[in-house]
């Protein structure tokens, strides 16, 4: 089945680091665009970052989280990662990788458009919170 699966969320206080992870299991990542969101109750889902596959397309990135988060993709471990610094308690939300075989959407694209992308496959999320 396949399925993808994040890791390395958890508390931090602000102005600290985590470094999410997605990986694949039942399919590999190379040919798929990896996007990671995140969503608060209450609240729409909103795209954060983009990384696309080998063959085509730019990053992304939301305009709340430029200059703070990186993505990045290791093809030798099909593994992508969210590096997040800086991190504010407006970034606490559950977070969600994801993967589609289009590609990432453009800068112009705002993080409420880009969440309502739809992706073929979803992970099943992991709780960030910031907080002091």
């Known amino acids: 089945q396949a399925q993808l699966v994040e890791s390395g969320g958890g508390l931090v206080q602000p102005g600290g680091s985590l470094t999410l992870t997605c990986v694949a299991s039942?399919?590999?990542?190379?040919?798929?665009?990896i996007g990671w969101f995140r969503q608060v109750p209450g609240k729409d889902r909103e795209g954060v970052s983009c990384?696309?596959?080998?063959?085509?397309?730019?990053?992304y990135y939301s305009d709340s989280v430029k200059g703070r988060f990186t993505i990045s993709r290791d093809y030798a471990k099909d593994t992508v990662y969210l590096q997040m610094n800086d991190l504010k308690p407006e970034d606490t939300a559950v977070y969600y990788c994801?993967?589609?075989?289009?590609?990432?959407?453009?800068?112009?694209?705002?993080?409420?458009?880009?969440?309502?992308?739809?992706?073929?496959?979803w992970g099943q999320g992991i709780q960030v919170t910031v907080s002091s």
């Open positions: 994801a993967a589609d075989e289009g590609t990432c959407p453009p800068m112009t694209h705002s993080a409420t458009y880009y969440g309502k992308y739809e992706y073929k496959y």
């Open positions: 039942g399919f590999a990542l190379d040919y798929y665009a």
């Open positions: 990384v696309p596959s080998y063959a085509d397309g730019s990053l």
